[in-house]
């Protein structure tokens, strides 16, 4: 029962618009999973994959450091980067990296949450706004940043992730969870009349590298 509830949670909040996006822009020729699995939930995003990761007891085809890929300049057509650069502890060096074994004119997608809980403790380091993306990737050329959120959504989902948070009492995160969910069609509602991004709960990135 507990994990049909996070599955639903996810689908109806963190991850609904990120899936869209992605399965609206399958990216081409062979990818570069940075942090994935392989068979993972991001496996329909591309046709042929490298799986990297630093972990070596999950499913990857290769384990190496993202600050330092073990492939050589060009041997890529896309990348995916989903949620990661926030766990880096040089995220500008990853960044760089990434274009290195990107080709010329090769896309990036890229995902990193910005409001939003701390997770994956205690590897969780920063959180980027849309300009410090902007200046993260400054020698990219970005094609747009988009809010996984409207600002209202993202006030009920941080409220939802409480109901995640162990160090509270059971009942406690029940009814987090409970009034989170209820909330969850109103603050959708609310969003289309109140328009603001003055917060999201992360942002997608889209970016090439130059030719």
């Known amino acids: 029962m507990k994990t049909r509830i996070i599955r639903f949670n996810k689908a109806v909040t963190t991850r609904r618009r990120i899936d869209q996006y992605l399965s609206a822009n399958r990216l081409a020729g062979l990818t570069l999973d940075v942090g994935g699995r392989r068979g993972g939930h991001y496996r329909e995003c591309y046709s042929e994959a490298v799986v990297v990761d630093i972990d070596r007891t999950v499913p990857i085809d290769v384990q190496a450091d993202a600050h330092m890929l073990p492939f050589r300049a060009d041997a890529f057509d896309s990348i995916l980067c989903m949620e990661v650069i926030e766990h880096m502890d040089r995220p500008g060096q990853g960044v760089d990296e990434m274009r290195r074994v990107l080709r010329c004119g090769g896309r990036l997608l890229l995902t990193t949450r910005f409001l939003f809980p701390i997770h994956d403790a205690p590897g969780d380091f920063f959180r980027f706004t849309r300009f410090g993306l902007g200046r993260l990737l400054r020698k990219w050329r970005v094609e747009e940043i988009l809010e996984t959120d409207t600002s209202i959504e ?58």
């Open 154 to 211: 993202t006030l009920d989902i941080v409220l939802n992730r409480f109901a995640f948070d162990k160090g509270l009492h059971a009942c406690f995160r029940s009814a987090i969870l409970g009034l989170s969910l209820l909330m969850l069609p109103i603050a959708r509602v609310l969003s289309r009349v109140v328009r603001t991004n003055a917060v999201a709960t992360g942002y997608i990135v889209s970016a090439r590298k130059p030719e």
